[in-house]
Every structure is written in C-alpha cells, then in structure tokens.
C-alpha cells in the first residue's frame, strides 16, 4: 500500500497498486487487473468492503456505484484519478446508508441540469437508478401516467440523460396520456367534485418537438398498457402516477401483473394525487393501491415510511416525502439480492 501524500490522498501513479491490494486483500487472493472482481467475487458483501476500504485507506470520495461501474483493478484505479478526497459532510449520520451517496446524485444532478427538474422525480429516478446499478441492469425504463402539458415529462427526460451519464445506465423513458385531458370520471371513487372530462389537455405537436429520448404514449391506459407491455420495454424502475382518478390508476397499476423480468424487484412509486383536498383511502389513486394489495398475493405496494429523514436536507419539508411507496415483485428472483442501501461501517476486516 502506498503512502498518502500530504493532503491524505494516494498518489495518480500509485492508485493502481493501490487498488489491486484493497482487491486482492478483501477476496483474500490476487486478481489481473483486467478481471471482472464483481464475478469473482464469492460474497455479495464483498463490494462494499472494497468501497469501505478504497473510502478509509485511501480517503477518496468514491461512492459505492463507483465499484459497479468500474469493476476492473485497472477500470477502478483510471477513474479513481478524477475523483477528489472525502469531504466532510453536514449528513455524515447517513454515511452508513446509501443515502448520503444518493443524496449527493440528487445534487450533481439538480446543479448539472439547464432545466428545472421536479424533485420528487429526481429523487424516485435516482433511487431507482441506483438500484438499478447494484443489480447490475444495463437498461431500465421511467414511466410517467399522465403527461397534460408535458413539465413532469421533460423533467423526467432530462433526468434520464443525467443520469446514464453519471451511472453508465441505458434509461428508457416513457409518457402514457389521452392526448385529450382526463377521461370521464365514472363515480365517486373518481373524485367527481375535483376532476372533469378534458382537464389538462396536451398540445401533441408542441410537446413533441421537445422530446430527445423519451416516447409518448397515447391513448387511454387501459388500452395502450397490455400492447407496451407486450413490446418488452427494458425493465421498469420509476413510475410516476399523476393520472388523479382511481379508474386511471387502477388500469396504471395493473403494470405490476408484468412478467418479473419486466421489472425491478422494488419499483419506486411516486403518487401526485394522494395528499390533502377530498382524496384518501376511500378513493382516487389511494384506493386504487389499497385494492391492488387486497387483491395481489405477491405483488404490493408498500409506503416509505419516513423519507423525509433520509431526503436532502434542503427538501426535507417537502411534500412529496410523504408520497413515496415502492411496488415490493415478492416473486422476483433478484428480490433478495443485496441492494446496497445499507452498509456497516464496521465489516470486520
Ligand atoms: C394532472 S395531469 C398530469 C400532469 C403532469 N404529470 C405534469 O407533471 O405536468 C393528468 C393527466 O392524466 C391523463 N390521464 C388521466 N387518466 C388517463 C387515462 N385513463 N388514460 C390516459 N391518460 C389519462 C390526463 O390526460 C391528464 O393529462
């Protein structure tokens, strides 16, 4: 191991030598430095005791995506040169949990981006994304249901592209809408007092012309879902449900009867329509969720409890906290892989 210079950081030239000993030391046997270490390795844990450890020895700010995204000796020690010595943080009591890490995502993303990004979105994308990553999924999907003039979408596009580049993750984005507004409520459990047939048409054309990556896809949910589904897009990650009526959501939700390979074990779900005015359980998008689990033995959609704790500091009072769930694929077979959200300081090693 090489000595730190002044500033506690491992030379450039060093980094190399560096990293192969952290590798070799935490699979307990040398490896090339052209070898894929995440292959070899013989414990999901091991990644994290090579992030614990390129963190303390070698005092980097690298994060643990990092070690996904570069899993060669060679790889990790190239991009190890860009990247500078830990800071020290005002949320460091997260530093045990992949949410200081996604937080600071959250941050590069929102300073990078020309366009104004809707925190709730980044934060369910980049949630997602980061999972994604763990998983090791090359390719995943956003889904927005219920587009209107399109903010909520572009947000969501501009995200995506951020967010590969920072992840080195193929995201596809998608838009379901009528083109038309909303669709007649049917009853009570529409929310009739609060919505009506047409409210927030979309300027097709208009809309169209700022779309780069991300595809619309028009008409009503309950009939353009079963064809996109059955086309195979890459596995879904985030949704978004702004669609206001519990008929809506309803047909929305029903993506999560998708083939487990459709889908992420965990799909984080954010809910636009389901604080204050006259919504809650007993209809609109809560009680579409509320009997979806009554009617799913392995499939639910469970609330985040408490991710204004978790959240940045600055949004911390923000609403969308409270509007978080994640759609739990209980018969997923990556469910129970390691999903890097929380690691333990202390691995004994
Ligand atoms: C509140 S707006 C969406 C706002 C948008 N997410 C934003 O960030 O600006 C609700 C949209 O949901 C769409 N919608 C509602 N029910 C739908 C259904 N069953 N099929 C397709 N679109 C639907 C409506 O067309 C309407 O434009």
Redesign the pocket.
């Known amino acids: 191991m090489s000595v730190p210079d002044p500033q506690g950081a491992v030379a450039p030239e060093a980094l190399e030598a560096a990293v192969s000993g952290v590798v070799s030391q935490v699979l307990g046997r040398p490896i090339a430095r052209g070898a894929n270490f995440l292959e070899a390795r013989e414990n999901t844990y091991d990644s994290v005791r090579v992030y614990m450890q390129l963190r303390k020895r070698l005092n980097l700010d690298v994060r643990l995506v990092d070690v996904f995204i570069h899993p060669t000796v060679a790889s990790l020690a190239h991009y190890l040169k860009t990247v500078q010595p830990r800071p020290k943080v005002n949320e460091e009591q997260l530093s045990g949990f992949a949410y200081l890490e996604v937080n600071q995502l959250f941050r590069a993303l929102v300073r990078r981006s020309d366009i104004p990004l809707?925190p709730s979105y980044v934060w369910g994308a980049t949630q997602a994304a980061y999972l994604a990553t763990m998983l090791r999924y090359p390719r995943i999907s956003f889904l927005?249901?219920?587009?209107?003039?399109?903010?909520?979408?572009l947000?969501l596009q501009r995200i995506a592209e951020l967010l590969s580049e920072e992840l080195h993750l193929g995201i596809e984005v998608y838009g379901?809408?009528?083109?038309?507004?909303?669709?007649k409520p049917q009853d009570w459990r529409d929310v009739p007092q609060q919505w009506w047939e047409g409210?927030?048409?979309?300027d097709v054309r208009k809309l169209e012309r700022q779309l780069r990556g991300a595809k619309l896809v028009l008409?009503?949910?309950?009939d353009?879902l079963p064809v996109f589904m059955a086309r195979g897009p890459a596995p879904v990650a985030f949704v978004?449900i702004?669609?206001?009526?519990y008929?809506?959501a309803h047909?929305a939700l029903n993506l999560l009867e998708a083939k487990a390979s459709l889908l992420l074990p965990r799909v984080h779900f954010y809910f636009?329509?389901i604080m204050g005015l006259t919504v809650s359980d007993i209809n609109g998008e809560r009680l579409a969720i509320h009997e979806f689990n009554e009617s799913h033995e392995l499939r639910k959609l469970g609330f985040i409890y408490g991710l204004r704790h978790w959240a940045p500091v600055e949004h911390r009072e923000d609403m969308w906290t409270d509007q978080f769930f994640l759609a739990h694929i209980l018969d997923h077979p990556k469910y129970g892989e390691y999903d890097g959200l929380i690691r333990i300081d202390d691995l004994n090693i």
């Open positions: 809707k927005e249901f219920g587009v209107a003039g399109g903010r909520g979408l947000a379901f809408d009528t083109g038309r507004g909303l669709p409210e927030f048409p979309m008409g009503l949910i309950q353009t978004s702004d669609v206001d009526l008929s809506s047909d636009d329509d």
